[in-house]
């Protein structure tokens, strides 16, 4: 059977308008759209059977029951709903009435055409309406992840539209000691900040463990700047609470909720954060980034070096402390669950390597160590053993006990490639 054959075939079964016509026939031809498709079909049967031509009104389309006529208003609800919200990109998606897909299947089925034949329904009500939203706000379509999703639920006869989070990517530093990274909600009072009505005496009405923290000195600039909802601290690991971040900082990104502003200038933003925080974190190197930023700075392995100060219970002498720095270096390390973690890590033996360690004695009681080490090295235990879960450790080797006193994380840095790798910048 040729193309005029099916297409006759496919107008025996009641007045189909040209979209739905050309649809069908949408893997024959190229260049066209279904509805142009559709007319030229109707035009060549005519010419051929020597009949008078016939238009279809949409709205007598047993098929789609006149939706092909509605990509414009489709269109306009769609822009209307993002009105006062800046994005760049948006995708579309279409929920289609069940009677809709079963007209689809019953007009290939009649017409003795595969059930897939040509385009279906869903496919271009999303392209046709969604060609008009992009000339409508001046935008284009991104089929990975949009700034926007709109879905078109046709049978509920709403436009349900989705504003995709923003994502800001830099380094932190924090100066200043006993500040979490992320928000810390006081355990004794679950965050209500008072026990039968009076204010909690661990958080003392607060509803926080620690009244500030990294993420909520950082955020409030970047909150009002972009006009979202709320924000989500991601970090390449943490520190310990008591820890300083020094050196190159730490690298986060900030997920802003529903964001009506994408477009900002960072660098000042960058400014208004370290101003606001007045010494107790700096921030770096902000820059808009894409959503696998998230992943790759949680996931990432980085490795560590850490500059910390070191007590003992008993006397060490330089020739001792320069014997076990020598062990420790490039040494494997075993370490079972910390005591201090085992609340909320899974208890099992983790293998980790110590790239480098050099240090000094200040006095015979007190030692300054750096150390730089794989991602995952629980650094406190490699000096105290932790009752012999980290072996070896510097305490061990030593045969004295040994802890700990304050602890700066120098570096971050990625083994494999670093963090700034430009594939997930947007500027």
Same mark, same amino acid.
């Given at each position: 059977?040729?193309?005029?054959?099916?297409?006759?075939?496919?107008?025996?079964?009641?007045?189909?308008?040209?979209?739905?016509?050309?649809?069908?026939?949408?893997?024959?031809?190229?260049?066209?759209?279904?509805?142009?498709?559709?007319?030229?079909?109707?035009?060549?049967?005519?010419?051929?059977?020597?009949?008078?031509?016939?238009?279809?009104?949409?709205?007598?389309?047993?098929?789609?029951?006149?939706?092909?006529?509605?990509?414009?208003?489709?269109?306009?609800?769609?822009?209307?709903?993002?009105?006062?919200?800046?994005?760049?990109?948006?995708?579309?998606?279409?929920?289609?009435?069940?009677?809709?897909?079963?007209?689809?299947?019953?007009?290939?089925?009649?017409?003795?055409?595969?059930?897939?034949?040509?385009?279906?329904?869903?496919?271009?009500?999303?392209?046709?309406?969604?060609?008009?939203?992009?000339?409508?706000?001046?935008?284009?379509?991104?089929?990975?992840?949009?700034?926007?999703?709109?879905?078109?639920?046709?049978?509920?006869?709403?436009?349900?539209?989705?504003?995709?989070?923003?994502?800001?990517?830099?380094?932190?530093?924090?100066?200043?000691?006993?500040?979490?990274?992320?928000?810390?909600?006081?355990?004794?009072?679950?965050?209500?900040?008072?026990?039968?009505?009076?204010?909690?005496?661990?958080?003392?009405?607060?509803?926080?463990?620690?009244?500030?923290?990294?993420?909520?000195?950082?955020?409030?600039?970047?909150?009002?700047?972009?006009?979202?909802?709320?924000?989500?601290?991601?970090?390449?690991?943490?520190?310990?609470?008591?820890?300083?971040?020094?050196?190159?900082?730490?690298?986060?990104?900030?997920?802003?909720?529903?964001?009506?502003?994408?477009?900002?200038?960072?660098?000042?933003?960058?400014?208004?954060?370290?101003?606001?925080?007045?010494?107790?974190?700096?921030?770096?190197?902000?820059?808009?980034?894409?959503?696998?930023?998230?992943?790759?700075?949680?996931?990432?392995?980085?490795?560590?070096?850490?500059?910390?100060?070191?007590?003992?219970?008993?006397? /060490? *002498?330089?020739? %001792?402390?320069? #014997?076990?720095? +020598? &062990?420790?270096?490039?040494?494997?390390? $075993?370490?079972?669950?910390?005591?201090?973690?085992?609340?909320?890590?899974?208890?099992?033996?983790?293998?980790?390597?110590?790239?480098?360690?050099?240090?000094?004695?200040?006095?015979?009681?007190?030692?300054?160590?750096?150390?730089?080490?794989?991602?995952?090295?629980?650094?406190?235990?490699?000096?105290?053993?932790?009752?012999?879960?980290?072996?070896?450790?510097?305490?061990?080797?030593?045969?004295?006990?040994?802890? /700990? *006193?304050?602890? %700066?994380?120098? #570096?971050?840095? +990625? &083994?494999?490639?670093?963090?700034?790798? $430009?594939?997930?910048?947007?500027?």
């Amino acid at each position: 059977m040729t193309i005029l054959d099916d297409a006759r075939a496919v107008g025996e079964n009641g007045p189909v308008c040209d979209s739905c016509l050309g649809r069908v026939f949408a893997e024959r031809s190229f260049g066209l759209t279904n509805e142009q498709r559709g007319n030229a079909l109707r035009t060549a049967v005519a010419l051929a059977d020597d009949e008078p031509y016939e238009a279809t009104d949409v709205a007598e389309c047993w098929v789609c029951e006149g939706l092909c006529a509605t990509f414009d208003e489709w269109a306009q609800r769609a822009a209307e709903s993002v009105e006062g919200i800046e994005f760049d990109t948006y995708q579309v998606g279409t929920r289609t009435p069940p009677l809709i897909e079963e007209n689809e299947l019953l007009l290939r089925e009649s017409a003795g055409l595969p059930e897939d034949a040509g385009e279906q329904f869903k496919s271009e009500f999303n392209r046709e309406v969604g060609k008009r939203i992009g000339r409508l706000t001046e935008t284009e379509v991104d089929f990975g992840r949009p700034h926007v999703m709109f879905t078109l639920d046709l049978e509920g006869d709403t436009v349900e539209m989705r504003n995709h989070s923003t994502f800001v990517y830099g380094r932190y530093r924090k100066l200043e000691r006993d500040i979490p990274q992320t928000k810390w909600p006081c355990s004794e009072c679950n965050e209500t900040g008072t026990i039968r009505g009076k204010p909690c005496h661990v958080c003392a009405g607060s509803g926080y463990r620690y009244p500030e923290s990294v993420e909520q000195l950082a955020a409030p600039p970047l909150l009002d700047a972009m006009d979202g909802e709320a924000t989500t601290f991601h970090g390449a690991g943490r520190e310990d609470v008591d820890a300083l971040m020094l050196g190159t900082g730490r690298p986060f990104v900030m997920e802003i909720s529903n964001p009506k502003v994408r477009h900002v200038d960072l660098a000042a933003l960058e400014d208004a954060v370290n101003e606001q925080a007045d010494g107790k974190i700096e921030v770096e190197g902000l820059r808009a980034c894409t959503y696998e930023m998230v992943e790759r700075v949680k996931e990432h392995d980085a490795s560590k070096t850490y500059r910390m100060d070191v007590k003992f219970a008993h006397p /060490v *002498t330089v020739e %001792d402390l320069q #014997a076990a720095i +020598g &062990e420790l270096d490039g040494a494997t390390v $075993e370490q079972y669950t910390p005591q201090r973690v085992d609340h909320r890590r899974a208890n099992l033996t983790r293998v980790r390597e110590v790239y480098d360690i050099e240090g000094e004695l200040v006095d015979e009681y007190h030692a300054d160590l750096t150390i730089h080490g794989a991602g995952g090295l629980y650094i406190k235990e490699l000096v105290s053993g932790d009752d012999g879960r980290t072996e070896p450790s510097l305490a061990g080797i030593l045969g004295v006990n040994a802890v /700990v *006193t304050a602890l %700066d994380v120098l #570096a971050v840095e +990625g &083994e494999d490639e670093p963090f700034e790798a $430009e594939e997930f910048f947007l500027d």
